[in-house]
């Protein structure tokens, strides 16, 4: 992706920030710059970017299980604040992560938080100072500083070193770039993360939709599927082996959204809204509910074929949520045996659920609690 030319800037400099990338924190520093530059403010606190990387990558870490590079400590940082804090929602807002890291005491956190300034400040900018080498990067902050201090043409020069109070001053003649080409910038800032995280979760799909929260999802065409089908014949959501009613209907992702990030049918099955709630983001356990899923999605099947108002209903439904010509030939054509679908319907889901599984999404039996 090309960044906009400049002919005041080195633009083949910025270009380069993030080349050779073995860990992740140039990308979170620089993101959590162009956050504030975009918001008008241009003298920034190395504790204000901090909290905003780390906000940054409490969703990533906690609801999506990314690995974000080895013995990353921003994953490390954002581990520690859940368990000091259980009551934070796996997708809580970033504004609480935030306000959180802005009050707290904790000299732990704190220590941690001081910890990400110790190189990603001077080394984002490396590129732009050829002349530093090897060892003249190894020397004290304070020296570092006085050092790149007296580089020409930089992004952000630095005030005297004052632990998280330190403050970077962001050019004004960069400061108007980024504001002026924040689209193409954020653009090309998403692209290289991606391609970041991609490599350190080779297995992970949907990577690009997992740079943000999560989003409310749009699930009504489903619900109407089910809703109809509900109308025709009892059908028992298969956690609670509940039978499920038109006015408690709510529609369950087997594995996660927060791994698969896509809401394709062969993965939706209708649940309750208490045990969908219950459920989370977490894994079914296979051996207890697979089966039962297969027998739910096989009697979904059978209508579809039965019904022809049914039949009218999925076709609606798969516009939407069925995005694979091979997939829908495979488990919703006609004439399938029950043995038959099963099969077809474990060689889809099967190796999706164990890569979701060796990332760590926990696993998940109901307790039904009266």
């Known amino acids: 992706m090309q960044l906009p030319y400049s002919e005041e800037l080195n633009i083949e400099y910025l270009g380069r920030l993030f080349d050779n990338t073995t860990e992740c924190y140039k990308f979170f ?64 807002k970033q504004s609480v992560i935030i306000d959180f890291l802005k009050n707290t005491q904790d000299k732990e956190i704190i220590s941690k938080k001081r910890a990400l300034t110790y190189n990603v400040p001077y080394r984002l900018q490396s590129p732009f100072m050829e002349n530093v080498k090897g060892k003249e990067w190894n020397v004290g902050e304070s020296r570092l500083i006085a050092k790149i201090n007296q580089e020409n043409r930089l992004i952000y020069y630095f005030e005297a070193l004052n632990g998280l109070s330190t403050k970077i001053i962001v050019q004004s003649d960069w400061a108007q770039y980024i504001i002026k080409n924040q689209e193409i910038i954020k653009g090309w800032l998403e692209y290289k993360m991606i391609m970041y995280i991609q490599k350190r979760n080779p297995s992970v799909p949907g990577i690009a939709d997992k740079l943000y929260p999560p989003y409310e999802r749009n699930l009504e065409r489903v619900k109407k599927y089910w809703r109809l089908i509900l109308s025709l014949e ?39 809204k ?32 039965k019904y022809d108002a049914v039949h009218k209903e999925f076709d609606k439904c798969a516009k939407e949520h069925i995005n694979n010509d091979d997939i829908r030939y495979r488990i ?11 099969g077809e319907l474990e060689s889809i889901i099967l190796p999706v659920y164990q890569s979701a599984k060796n990332c760590g999404f926990t696993n998940w039996k109901y307790q039904n609690v009266r």
């Open 29 to 92: 520093w620089f993101k959590a710059i162009v956050t504030k530059v975009t918001a008008g403010k241009y003298e920034l606190t190395y504790e204000e970017l901090v909290d905003e990387m780390i906000a940054d990558a409490y969703f990533m870490v906690t609801e999506y299980h990314l690995n974000l590079g080895p013995k990353d400590a921003l994953e490390g940082i954002v581990n520690l604040i859940k368990i000091k804090n259980p009551a934070f929602k796996s997708c809580e």
């Open 234 to 272: 009892p059908v028992h959501e298969i956690y609670g082996d509940n039978i499920l009613t038109e006015n408690d209907l709510s529609i369950d992702h087997f594995v996660p959204w927060s791994y698969v990030a896509h809401d394709e049918m062969w993965n939706l099955n209708p649940t309750t």
């Open 274 to 305: 208490s045990i969908n709630s219950s459920k989370s983001n977490n894994l079914p356990d296979w051996n207890t509910y697979f089966e039962k899923l297969v027998r739910q999605e096989y009697q979904s099947y059978q209508m579809l074929w």
């Open 332 to 342: 919703y054509r006609k004439g399938l045996e029950f043995t038959e679908f099963a």
